[in-house]
């Protein structure tokens, strides 16, 4: 276990920062950065705590303008220009979001544990002009910028101090893209204006009873929504205090929940397991510790994947909270949610939050009635307006200006349950959107892959967890570590097979095509049968 966190060094300024917006110009100005003008009205409250310290709103505002001020160059707008950043968790990314955003760019988070063919990938996508990279990442991001010719800042440097005006913006211009993975292969980017980024903020401020007297710890990625909007945007917009902590680890966030004067929590249900886990590891003091430590916390919430009952059930008896679960999509933001007041319905993810307007329809496009399952459709302020430069699937992907997320549910009572997806080829695996098309495409790279075949099985501690079943070339068996090795060269390791298993063919129907619930059975646990043993597991 690790020891107490150390202890936080309150400025970590050297030096009073001075306004670089020319006065009358931009400071104060009114523009579409809701969030950051909120933000600018908290003074020295402090916004932040990371590996450096505290942060102030004040100080983090006049970050974000010296950045947004290096990024102009001497432009007097970005006019949505693409600016990709892979910097971790902590001021320096909410400085680099906001100067982005000041200087009138479009912010493409990206992962900081993705390798270079998927960083790259999404750079190339967004068509980035500007890439800014933290120093821990100056490396393959500057290699990057140079191979594509791009423009490449790091964090260290946006730092301008020369006053610029920050060019005004409307509450329509696009603010963020964020990829996810869909049915078709590669990820797309779903695009969000500054309106729609305020409106998936304020729904979740409303329903759950965010105030500035918030303290929130921060262990999600920084390149999904979850991270983005429900944790870190939620708390800097109600002028609270979010803890961010570079990467999730267990024994950190017992030792947090014990040190520090949390109210709030919110991960997904992976996460939550692996608290259990450390939970019932420790002895029976440390157990009490705690569990005494999570009195304070006045709310914890779980999202982005189904939270299994046991789940919920043993953090009830741990923590003394019951989970409230919640269901959203990053092209929708937040849908559904158990209430903050009011019996949370273990298994089911709520009704619709303001401003949300929710539907299920048939497969013959007919609303359904009460206990029958139905597509979820979602229409509100809080949806995406497109994928990025996907004109066709964007089309596709609405129904009369209703979004279809391809989740089927079933409601009763106006409280609504998920069922599951209308597509076997996305998977959820500690709450990322996983495609099996792009899995199987990478892995037919391979040069000893002939076929393959990619699904999400069922497992506790993950969700769903990806395998494949592969014929190999000439018979030539690749063995699942070294495998893996060549999979997280190409793929994020968290779209890396945890399972393989050898076919002499795929399973195929009259057609021809791979059907993979009989894919999905091969990695059934079936003891002592043949199918089974020829299976890999790490
Ligand atoms: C990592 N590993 C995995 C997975 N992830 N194995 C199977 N399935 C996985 N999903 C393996 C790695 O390959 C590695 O193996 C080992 O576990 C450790 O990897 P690491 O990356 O260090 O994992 P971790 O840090 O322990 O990550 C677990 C985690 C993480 C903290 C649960 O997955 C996480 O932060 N998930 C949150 C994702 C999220 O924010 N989703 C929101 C999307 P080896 O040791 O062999 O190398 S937004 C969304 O869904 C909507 C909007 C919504 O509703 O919120
Ligand atoms: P993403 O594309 O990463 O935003 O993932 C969105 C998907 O996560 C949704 O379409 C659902 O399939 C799934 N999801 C999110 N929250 C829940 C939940 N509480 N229960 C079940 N599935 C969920």
Not at 209 to 221: A, F, K, M, Q
């Amino acid at each position: 276990m690790s020891g107490p966190p150390s202890p936080l060094p309150h400025s970590p300024l050297a030096t009073p920062l001075e306004p670089v917006t020319a006065p009358g110009v931009a400071a104060g100005a009114p523009h579409a950065v809701a969030l950051i003008e909120r933000a600018r009205a908290q003074g020295n409250r402090v916004a932040l705590v990371d590996r450096e310290g505290e942060v102030t709103y004040r100080d983090l505002v006049q970050l974000a303008e010296r950045a947004a001020a290096t990024l102009l160059a001497g432009a007097a707008d970005l006019a949505e220009a693409r600016v990709a950043f892979l910097v971790p968790s902590g001021r320096h990314y909410v400085i680099t979001q906001w100067g982005i955003w000041l200087a009138g760019g479009i912010a493409v988070p990206l992962c900081v544990s993705h390798p270079r063919p998927e960083l790259e990938y999404t750079v190339t996508d967004a068509d980035a002009s500007i890439l800014v990279s933290h120093p821990e990442y100056h490396g393959v991001v500057s290699a990057l910028a140079s191979d594509l010719g791009r423009r490449w800042v790091g964090t260290d440097r946006l730092t301008a101090t020369s006053p610029v005006p920050l060019p005004p913006l409307a509450a329509s211009r696009r603010a963020m893209i964020l990829y996810t993975s869909g049915t078709t292969g590669k990820p797309k980017g779903v695009v969000t204006t500054h309106r729609t980024i305020q409106a998936q903020i304020t729904a979740l401020i409303e329903a759950w009873g965010w105030t500035e007297h918030d303290r929130i710890l921060h262990v999600l990625p920084l390149h999904h929504l979850h991270g983005i909007i429900n944790v870190l945007a939620c708390s800097l917009w109600a002028g609270a205090t979010c803890e961010m902590l570079p990467k999730f680890d267990p024994a950190q966030v017992w030792t947090i929940f014990g040190t520090r004067r949390l109210t709030l929590f919110m991960a997904v249900p992976s996460i939550y397991q692996r608290l259990v886990q450390f939970w019932e590891e420790s002895e029976p003091a440390r157990q009490a510790q705690m569990t005494a430590s999570c009195s304070a916390l006045r709310l914890m919430v779980c999202g982005s994947a189904a939270l299994p009952v046991p789940v919920l059930e043993r953090w009830r008896t741990i923590s003394g909270h019951t989970l409230l679960e919640r269901y959203g999509m990053t092209e929708i933001g937040m849908g559904l949610s158990n209430p903050l007041h009011g019996e949370r319905v273990p298994g089911a993810v709520g009704a619709p939050l303001p401003g949300v307007q929710v539907r299920l329809l048939d497969e013959s496009g007919r609303e359904v009635a009460d206990g029958e399952p139905g597509q979820i459709e979602v229409r509100g302020d809080a949806v995406f307006s497109e994928y990025w430069r996907r004109p066709e699937e964007t089309r596709r992907a609405f129904n009369d200006g209703w979004f279809q997320t391809g989740d089927i549910a079933v409601r009763s009572k106006g409280i609504y349950r998920i069922l599951g997806r209308n597509s076997v080829d996305i998977i959820k695996s500690g709450g990322y959107k996983i495609s099996a098309l792009e899995i199987e495409q990478t892995l037919l790279g391979h040069p000893d892959i002939a076929e393959c075949a990619v699904v999400g099985v069922a497992d506790m501690e993950w969700g769903e967890r990806v395998c494949a079943a592969i014929r190999w070339r000439n018979r030539t068996e690749v063995p699942l570590a070294d495998l893996r090795a060549w999979t997280k060269e190409r793929l994020a390791s968290y779209k890396v097979p945890g399972r393989i298993c050898t076919v002499d063919d795929l399973p195929r129907n009259a057609m021809g095509k791979v059907v993979k619930k009989e894919v999905s059975k091969l990695f059934a646990p079936a003891a002592g049968s043949p199918g089974a043993e020829q299976c890999g597991s790490p």
